[in-house]
């Protein structure tokens, strides 16, 4: 099944890369399957998928917190490439030059829209105070 779920996941992550491009409190959005990623020309010579992994940036560690606390589809997780989507708050463990809202998720199998809606949904939940 792995033809099958490597499509899947890099179809979704390139969905939720462009959604979260659309979010005004979601910044840094990095995926080789955008135009704006520094690395897309080459991974589009070079791939026939871009992947299940993205990274995004929200505001604070609060916002971040927040995000995979409220998100009810992405679970929190620091092992990747299941089918289920999962993030981390990479900061967390220290060690890492990355700002304390950076997030890298792990898109899974499920339904695209599904996964979107509750991104969208956790997003517009977050307190004012951490966007």
Do not use: N, S
């Given at each position: 099944t792995l033809p099958l779920r490597?499509?899947?996941s890099s179809r979704n992550a390139q969905r939720i890369a462009e959604f979260l491009t659309t979010?005004?409190?979601v910044h840094g959005v990095l995926?080789?399957?955008l135009p704006t990623h520094p690395g897309h020309a080459i991974a589009a010579r070079q791939m026939?998928?871009?992947g299940a992994v993205l990274s995004f940036e929200l505001a604070s560690r609060a916002a971040a917190e927040a995000f995979?606390?409220?998100a009810k589809l992405?679970?929190?997780a620091t092992s990747f490439g299941g089918t289920c989507t999962c993030a981390e708050r990479r900061?967390?463990?220290g060690g890492d030059a990355v700002p304390?809202?950076?997030i890298r998720l792990s898109a899974g199998i499920e339904d695209a829209d599904d996964l979107i809606e509750d991104i969208a949904q956790t997003l517009d939940s977050l307190p004012a105070a951490v966007k």
């Open positions: 490597l499509e899947r979010r005004p409190e995926y080789p399957g026939q998928y871009f995979l606390a409220k992405v679970t929190e900061a967390r463990w304390e809202g950076f």
